[in-house]
């Protein structure tokens, strides 16, 4: 079994894969002084044909950390935020229309709490894992139904799993 260390979230880093911003450590352009204070546009999430942006919860709790499933969506992008903990997530490049993941190249960062990040269409990925014993709430957003008409799931043969180091 493979094994991919986990990195830290740096722009460079991460621009293959999509964008993220710290949303609630925000240091961008701010509307407004204390006590109310609105940062404004600080990342974008490409909805594709859609009109719709749904949210949701996704609960993770303690699981093995072996990448055994991935998941990617053709048609936009997908924004996750860790909100009560910190998350472990796998990206693999986007691959050519009919090809599945290339594996060699899976990265996974750990996302601090209250960072949004956000996928392009395209790329791999599936739940995040939490580093620690403690579970994560993560938002997610997605356009509306997308879980049901633009998610291509691959499950890993056992051969080809990936554990991940911390």
């Known amino acids: 079994m493979r094994t991919v260390n986990v990195e830290q979230l740096t722009t460079d880093d991460f621009l293959p894969f999509g964008f993220y911003a ?48 991935t998941e990617m969506h053709s048609t936009c992008g997908e924004g996750a935020m860790p909100l009560d903990n910190d998350m472990l997530l796998h990206v693999i490049p986007a691959s050519p229309p009919g090809t599945g993941p290339d ?33 994560v709430n993560v938002l997610i957003s997605l356009p509306e139904r997308t879980y049901a008409n633009d998610c291509h799931l691959m499950k890993l043969p056992r051969n080809q799993r990936i554990t991940i180091k911390l």
């Open 103 to 135: 594996l060699a190249k899976a990265r996974v960062f750990c996302v601090p709490a209250g960072t949004m990040v956000v996928l392009r269409a395209g790329v791999w990925h599936h739940a995040p894992f939490t580093p620690n014993r403690r579970p």
């Open 22 to 69: 710290d949303i609630l450590g925000a240091r961008s352009e701010r509307i407004g002084v204390p006590p109310i204070e609105f940062y404004r546009d600080q990342v974008q999430q490409d909805l594709g044909v859609a009109s719709r942006v749904s949210f949701s919860n996704c609960r993770i709790g303690w699981r093995p950390l072996v990448i055994d499933v």
